[in-house]
């Protein structure tokens, strides 16, 4: 039987904000196999205190597939695991964020349609709403969008670190690793940018919503204190970067 999605919730020093996560998780995934799609649902504990450790191995999860890393990386957990999953499709979750119910089915039928049609796509949730420690709500747009410019990446990402993809875009562009003492993070950004030089185009499933808990710490946080940047990358320069709105630039 083909598996149609892995999902990938990763966890590091969470505990109990996690059971929101991991609730919001499991109704996604029930939804997703109502509508014939096969899942397989796998908690990362990368470099996992005790607590978090033992908050995962309650019964409760035994329905999960379990992995023990210790790369202390986001990119390097996500690169490290993409060999041990199944899945046509790959899509992550952090152990305190949550997503909509119908994010995980509307978005395999959307990478469906895509894929169907012969085009790279990779999709995100329409809304982006943040809580705890701010209060914001963002509107994501397709890359296709009239609002949509490559120029607006010289200052910030379109797109959260949470998305849906075809397992081959972590295998064409795989992330990046951390380096916030040297003021390069923001992995998801580069990803984003690399996949639009590689001719993957970022799609926005209506309808569908991450919320995404922002805590008085965070890597976000700390990238942010230490004024992190994505590293130098030829397809940025001034006379490239209009490229990256043009599907398959640099094929």
Known sequence: MTTDLTLIVTAHDETAVCGPTMRSADLAVAEARARGYVVQPIIALDAATEATSDYFHQPRFDHWERRIMNQGDLGRVRNALLPDTDGRYIAFLDADDLFSENWLAEGVAALDTATEGGEKVIVHPELNVQFDGAKVVLVNVDQDSPLFTPHFLYLR???????????????????????????????????????????????????????????????????????????????????????????????
């Open 157 to 251: 990402n379109y797109y959260d670190s949470l998305c849906m993809a075809p397992r081959e875009a972590h295998l064409e562009v795989p992330y990046v690793h951390r380096d916030i003492p040297n003021g390069l993070s923001f992995q998801d950004w580069q990803f984003a940018i690399e996949t639009m030089t590689h001719g993957w185009r970022h799609v926005v499933v209506p309808d569908t919503i991450i919320f995404k808990r922002r805590r008085d710490f965070s890597l976000v946080v700390e990238s942010s204190s230490r004024k992190s940047i994505v590293r130098r990358l030829p397809e940025m320069a001034i006379d490239r970067v209009r490229d990256l709105a043009r599907p398959r630039a640099y094929r």
